[in-house]
Antibody, heavy 113, light 107 residues
Framework: EVQVVESGGGLVQPGGSLRLSCAASGFIFTDFYMHWVRQDPVKGLVWVSRIDPDGSTTSYADSVRGRFTISRDNAKKTVYLQMNNLRAEDTALYYC??????WGQGTQVTVSS | DIQMTQSPSSLSASVGDRVTITCRASQSIGGYLSWYQQKPGRAPKLLIH???ALQSAVPSRFSGSGSGTDFTLTISSLQPEDFATYYCQQTYDTPITFGQGTRLEIK
């Protein structure tokens, strides 16, 4: 059974940091690009970042480039999203996605003072 | 960035109806187009990838077509469980982008 489980979300003040984790199982982790996608009621679904299967190539949305860093540990079948200098507009439900069809249930990030 | 525009934004239909949702890309994306269904409180579910390939275990009443800039998702005969929000997504280039969504409601 495929499982993708995000953790690490929470309430943080503007300018603060959070590290999201995503533990995957039930599929060949090293075959898949892994993504972070966020969703809020106003902007809908927004792609945030992607990492290739061996972790050598990453991509970011313009809105997070320079503040967020995606990484992966293939031995642990885990993807991370380090989020620094958080802003109110980063408030959203953050999904981890394996390929196109392996979605987690999301972890809520709220940036507020 | 490639902009994805869906129409309509919302749609009311009845069980048994045939429904078509359109997605237009701001530039050619070949066949790099996926469709997702999302129900409240749930993660999106992949229905169609590569513009027209039905994802495993998705009912055959769902179909996708198109290439280049214009794409459609068709539900041939609406079932009660199909009332949800539908999103298109392009993976031709980064940043990957989604349409704004089409909310399908019961008439």
């Amino acid at each position: 059974e495929v499982q993708v489980v995000e953790s690490g979300g929470g309430l943080v003040q503007p300018g603060g940091s959070l590290r999201l984790s995503c533990a995957a199982s039930g599929f060949i982790f090293t075959d898949f690009y892994m993504h972070w996608v966020r969703q809020d009621p106003v902007k809908g679904l927004v792609w945030v970042s992607r990492i290739d299967p061996d972790g050598s190539t990453t991509s970011y949305a313009d809105s997070v480039r320079g503040r967020f860093t995606i990484s992966r540990d293939n031995a642990k079948k885990t993807v991370y999203l380090q989020m620094n200098n958080l802003r109110a507009e980063d408030t959203a439900l953050y999904y981890c996605v394996g390929g196109r069809d392996h979605w987690g249930q999301g972890t809520q990030v709220t940036v507020s003072s | 960035d490639i902009q994805m525009t869906q129409s309509p934004s919302s749609l009311s239909a009845s069980v048994g109806d045939r429904v078509t949702i359109t997605c237009r890309a701001s530039q050619s994306i070949g066949g790099y187009l996926s469709w997702y269904q999302q129900k409240p409180g749930r993660a999106p579910k992949l229905l169609i990838h590569s513009a027209s390939a039905l994802q495993s275990a998705v009912p055959s009443r769902f179909s996708g077509s198109g290439s280049g800039t214009d794409f459609t998702l068709t539900i041939s005969s609406l079932q009660p469980e199909d009332f949800a929000t539908y999103y298109c997504q392009q993976t031709y280039d980064t940043p990957i982008t989604f349409g704004q969504g089409t909310r399908l409601e019961i008439k």
